[in-house]
């Protein structure tokens, strides 16, 4: 049963950069660090809480230790921050949980099989692509959505994505856009489904970088997550050429703010939510180029993301890339799948390695292509996110 309890609420006060505000995050982290809790949802080890710049902070350092990216979720909407209510956040993420654990009792099974044109794509994915594109995007070493230049590699991301798109004769439209909770844009692309338009399967990986550093403002993010982006890049540049069309809708996301609270995502994902938008399935890809736990092995985020999803994923594998698939809990806040999960829809993010395996090297100003990449390694993530796209883009596969 869910449980919820309400703490005295933190007063607002001014420190750092902001003055306090709402945030969702593990709630034995938030302990750990002595963060008061206004709400907890003690089942999903989740709780809301008021935090300031220094707080904020601890909360990334405190995360990355831990082995893990990302660590919390700003709930904070620009103009609509007075209206922000914990308890209510916080419900709809219990709701997320419940019904995800309501549904694995149903036990529904769904099974793909092989196709030869989804393996003839998956052999066309070119890791010196990826090469390319990391080097691009690295070369923007302050992508912080904070940072005093926060969009300008975005103008030259949408060129490259205009540029792969060139042959594609099917309806698409890419755009700029803009929110309330951060100053940095994201990007998207939809390409228009011929028979269920209004079904959507969505991939989506974050744009930003950001360094933990106080005093070295560097954030080159190859891995994190410069790769996870060139992964989308790939994976649709494929999809384009092959020029046909859809029968779902298919929509890609290079998501702005996810450093600092999956901002872009949460956007996004809230707007689809009250929008009654019909999202079928949401692939996130948040870092693939340091094979950490071995070569020839990745992870799969199990906490907050949809079994169903995960055991698809695990069918793309054994039909076209043949990997080994290790399930790990990441914590809430881990990345901008979280976001959707909250809103109720269905998620699976698979990971370059596991939590104790991850490159310790990402919020640094070393996080570079170095020797411990593996475009290889990384080419992998760009299979299993063009498996996924072509698999339920053409079909009527759905959960529950």
């Known amino acids: 049963m869910i449980q919820l309890f309400m703490a005295m609420a933190l007063a607002h006060f001014p420190t750092g950069n902001f ?28 709780g809301v809480a008021y935090v300031n710049a220094r707080q904020v902070h601890e909360i990334s350092v405190a995360s990355h230790a831990l082995g893990r990216c990302g660590g919390y979720e700003d709930l904070e909407l620009g103009d609509q921050k007075a209206m922000v209510n914990p308890l209510e956040e916080l419900q709809a993420l219990s709701r997320a949980v419940a019904q995800e654990e309501a549904n694995r009792y149903l036990k529904r099974n769904i099974k793909i099989d092989y196709n030869a044109e989804v393996a003839e794509a998956v052999k066309e994915v070119n890791a010196d692509n990826l090469r390319e594109t990391v080097v ?16 300008k590699h975005i103008e030259p991301m949408m060129e ?94 290079w998501y702005g703010g996810e450093e600092s609270g999956l901002l872009g995502s949460a956007e996004i994902a809230k707007n689809y939510r009250a929008d009654n938008m019909e999202v079928i399935s949401v692939m996130q890809i948040d870092m693939s180029l340091v094979p950490g736990a071995g070569k020839g092995v990745i992870g799969s985020i199990a906490d907050f993301t949809t ?7 695990l069918q793309i594998n054994d039909h076209y890339v043949g990997l080994e698939v290790r399930e790990f809990n990441c914590g809430y806040g881990c990345s901008d799948h979280a976001s959707w999960f909250r809103q109720g829809f269905a998620t699976f993010a698979p990971f370059e390695a596991t939590m104790n395996t991850i490159n310790r090297r990402i919020h640094t100003s070393d996080d570079v292509i170095d020797d411990r990449s593996d475009f290889l390694h990384s080419a992998n993530f760009s299979k299993i996110a063009l498996a996924y796209l072509m698999h339920m883009g053409n079909s009527d596969i759905r959960g529950f």
């Open 307 to 313: 079994a169903w999803l995960r055991d698809l994923m």
């Open 19 to 46: 003055t306090s505000k709402p945030v969702m995050a593990e709630a034995t982290l938030l302990k750990s660090l002595n963060i008061p809790m206004v709400a907890e949802d003690k089942a999903a080890n989740v």
């Open 136 to 151: 691009f995007l690295s070369s923007y070493p302050d992508r912080y959505n904070r940072g005093p230049s926060p969009n």
């Open 160 to 253: 490259r994505i205009a540029a792969v798109m060139q042959n594609y004769s099917h309806p698409y439209e890419l755009r700029r856009i803009r929110h309330e909770s951060t100053k940095q844009d994201s990007i998207g692309i939809t390409l228009y489904g011929n028979q269920r338009p209004e079904e959507l399967v969505i991939l989506g990986g974050h744009l930003d970088s950001i360094t933990q550093s106080w005093t070295n403002k560097i954030a080159p993010g190859a891995d994190d997550n410069a790769s996870g982006s060139a992964n989308l890049l790939e994976a649709l540049r494929i999809f384009a050429a092959n020029n046909q069309q859809p029968q779902r809708s298919i929509e890609i996301f």
